[in-house]
């Protein structure tokens, strides 16, 4: 390892099928009005939110509710959210759902006390929050995007056609504490699941295809990527099947809390493509990742030939023996793709949505990143979104 870091992760994490009881442990640290932050009516039909309403109701809180945030959260709603929590003074905002209502928790929390506008301030500048943040507790109900522990927090501005997400610098802005209870993963339509398993896996590829060093990280990376690959195998054969769906919860957390990115770079042009899809399409955010991940590694192997040789050897078990490297890395990336089909997973843009005459501007809604072995160009986007179609 070559790179200096601070590391830091405040986040609490209660895990398991009896966590739900240690929100009594929470609440008490928190003062009386609390907003209960949910999606679109999923916790109501399987009975979360009637536990989470009866926790609060034990510990005494003055709770007022942001219902129906969607998937890919909206910056309208963002502004509703803000001030819901502003008239009732909220102490905690308390998310229960998927990265899409952690997110949202995240973005309410920093601009609640904040009177510039959300949008300019954290999504086109990035600036960081100097208004004071109200604190989010999350109770995790999909697994995938490691919302429960980190400080991204990501936006749509459909006016704009603008998908974006702020990790924000300072670890305040983590989630205070997470519930996570694979049970509550069980209930999730086949096609969530397997979005969010292809999320975990391209947050470390994210962190893992970038860099030259020697870095312990990278180790790390593969042990989850391998763990990934082993469990949704057992999830999408026997969704209800707890000890794989527990490991896929436990490994989306690690997989994206910031550990597996210390001293070294990272790429994220994957994400930032699957954005540019979402900002257009509204697609299920894992599935626009899936949709472009082949046409872009394929783009990059060139550049970051011995990483890709490194991942067929020990993500994917590829025979070695008297292949070139250009050869060995193919074959990484034909078992990846295999996987990908086994799992079901979305292939194309165009099955999300997107069409030819988007092209251009999708690459223009592309956020261009340098942590990668290439600095795609407009044109070599087009040409991976052209792949991708
Ligand atoms: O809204 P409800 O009715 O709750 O339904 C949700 C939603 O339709 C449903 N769902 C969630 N838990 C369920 C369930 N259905 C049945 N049973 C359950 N237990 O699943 C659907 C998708 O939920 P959502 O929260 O949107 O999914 P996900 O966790 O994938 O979050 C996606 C958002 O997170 C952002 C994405 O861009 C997207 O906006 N990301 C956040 C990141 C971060 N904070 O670091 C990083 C990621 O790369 C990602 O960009
Ligand atoms: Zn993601």
């Not at 896996?201 to 060093?213: K, L, P, R, T, V």
């Not at 050869?327 to 078992?335: D, F, P, S, T």
Request: proline share 4%; charged share 20%.
């Amino acid at each position: 390892m070559l790179g200096n870091f601070t590391y830091c992760n405040p986040t609490k994490l209660y895990f398991g099928d009896e966590s739900l009881q240690y929100l009594n442990t929470e609440l008490p640290k928190y003062g009386k009005n609390v907003v209960l932050i949910y999606g679109g009516g999923s916790i109501k039909k399987n009975g979360i939110y009637d536990e989470v309403v009866e926790i609060l109701k034990t510990n005494g809180k003055n709770v007022a509710e942001i219902s129906g945030v969607m998937p890919n959260p909206t910056l309208e709603k963002l502004y509703e959210g803000v001030e819901t929590a502003r008239n009732h003074h909220a102490d905690l905002l308390l998310a229960v759902g998927g990265g899409s209502v952690c997110d949202y928790a995240k973005a309410v929390s920093v601009s609640v006390n904040c009177d510039e506008d959300p949008w300019e301030k954290y999504y086109l500048k990035f600036e960081e929050p100097d208004c004071g943040i109200v604190p989010v507790g999350c109770v995790l109900t999909m697994v995938g995007t490691g919302s429960e522990m980190n400080a991204g927090a990501v936006i749509t501005n459909h006016e704009t056609k603008m998908k974006i997400g702020h990790v924000f610098a300072d670890e305040n802005i983590m989630p205070r504490f997470s519930i996570l209870n694979p049970k509550y993963t069980l209930t999730l339509p086949h096609y969530q699941m397997v979005s969010g398993i292809y999320d975990i896996f391209n947050h470390i590829c994210e962190q893992y295809f970038s860099g030259e060093d020697d870095n312990t990280s990278d180790y790390i990376s593969e042990g989850l990527m391998r763990s990934v690959i082993h469990s949704s195998r057992i999830a999408n054969k026997d969704p209800q099947n707890y000890e794989a769906r527990s490991n896929l919860m436990w490994t989306a957390t690690w997989a994206l809390n910031t550990l597996v990115a210390k001293a070294k770079s990272t790429d994220w042009m994957v994400h930032m493509l699957g954005q540019a899809v979402g900002a257009y399409t509204d697609a299920t955010h894992g599935m626009t990742l899936a949709a472009v991940s082949l046409p872009y590694y394929r783009f990059i192997m060139p550049y970051g030939l011995a990483k890709f040789v490194r991942f067929a050897k020990n993500v994917w078990d590829v025979d070695i023996a008297g292949k070139t490297d250009e050869q060995i890395a193919e074959e990484g990336l034909a078992a990846m793709e295999s996987w990908m089909k086994e799992l079901g997973l979305v292939m194309n843009i165009t099955e999300l949505g997107a069409k030819e005459e988007m092209l251009e501007g999708l690459a223009e809604s592309t956020l261009i990143l340098d942590g990668g072995y290439r600095v795609p160009q407009h044109d070599e986007i087009i040409g991976i979104f052209r792949s991708s179609l």
